[in-house]
């Protein structure tokens, strides 16, 4: 019997979630957007579109919820017309003609984000949005990245055997400090978007993002995070022929992140700056 989502009590609630609110040492963040990217996540996203609403005012006072749907064949799109309609002042969604895959879709959201900070994870609901409060808990002012890693994976066990594999490889290939570069929890300062550009338009975007954000130098801490058995539709990432494209789109971006370091020879952007007063 797979181990299904927890009931009661909820988890954040004894993690954080009463601290975050109430604790003397919890300093709100600025502002979020909370990111989803949806593709055929029809059965999952009102919950975690729900779940960003209620959590986010623990952790800010300035929030939104950004979702992009991809094209999904399911009933997203109705699903995701409907919450927009019932939460005109915090939900902006926005759908997709031309898929532009997960990366197109993640660099989408990044792109649209109008918050201080940039939260995303997946619309399936493979991890609880109200951990949020986790990654909040753990910003400092030199901190630019919060990355959840799972405490347990809740994947068929063939899929966790070949994902250790896979993270491990990944670590190895570039370098990763982090431990979980496969965690798509991750609570990120908007301005890393100002000083990285990212490419991918496949889920080689989690590795992408990984790596160029640590060759920038910010500072990223980790901390622990559930994960959960998918409750609807299935898997679209592990299939022979993603799994085969995506070991050889792997190959290519050692080639450019590691060997020739494409990333540190292009000249960074320069921040932007509010405008500093000119000498009359
Ligand atoms: N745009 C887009 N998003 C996808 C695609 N496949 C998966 N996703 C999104 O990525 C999320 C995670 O995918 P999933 O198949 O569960 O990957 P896994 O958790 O690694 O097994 C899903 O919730 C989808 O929103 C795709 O082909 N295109
Ligand atoms: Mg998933």
Redesign the pocket.
């Known amino acids: 019997m797979p181990e299904a989502h927890p009931t009661t009590p909820c988890p954040v609630r004894s993690a954080g979630y009463d601290e975050a609110k109430d604790g003397d040492d919890f300093m709100k963040l600025s502002s979020v957007t909370v990111f989803?990217?949806?593709?055929?996540?029809a059965g999952?996203i009102p919950t975690m579109i729900l779940r960003a609403l209620y959590t986010l005012p623990y952790i800010t006072d300035d929030y939104e919820v950004v979702v992009?749907n991809?094209?999904s064949q399911d009933d997203s799109a109705l699903v995701l017309d409907e919450m927009a309609r019932l939460y005109p002042d915090h939900l902006r969604v926005m759908h997709?003609t031309q898929?532009?895959?997960?990366g197109?879709?993640l660099r989408g959201g990044f792109a649209s984000a109008r918050k201080d900070w940039v939260f995303y994870t997946?619309?399936?609901?493979?991890y609880d949005a109200r951990e949020l409060t986790l990654l909040a808990e753990a910003v400092t002012d030199n901190v630019d990245m919060v990355n959840g890693y799972k405490i347990k994976r809740h994947?068929p066990w063939h899929?966790v055997v070949i994902?250790l594999a896979y993270q491990y490889f990944v670590k190895l290939v570039f370098g990763l400090v982090i431990r979980d570069v496969?965690c798509?929890f991750r609570l990120m300062r908007r301005t890393i978007f100002d000083h990285i550009t990212l490419e991918s338009t496949?889920?080689t975007i989690t590795f992408e993002l990984v790596k160029k954000i640590q060759d920038a130098g910010y500072h990223i801490v980790e901390v622990p995070v559930h994960h959960w058995y998918?409750q609807y539709?299935?898997?679209?990432?592990?299939n022979f022929r993603r799994v085969g494209k995506t070991l050889i789109a792997l190959l290519g971006w050692w080639w450019r992140l590691v060997v020739r370091k494409e990333h540190l020879k292009s000249p960074t952007p320069a921040a932007p700056h509010v405008d500093e007063a000119k000498p009359e």
Request: aromatic share 14%.
């Open positions: 989803y990217p949806c593709y055929n996540d999952t992009i991809d094209g997709r898929p532009s895959g997960y197109g879709v997946d619309g399936d609901a493979q994947d899929r994902g496969d798509d496949t889920g998918r539709g299935e898997s679209q990432f592990f």
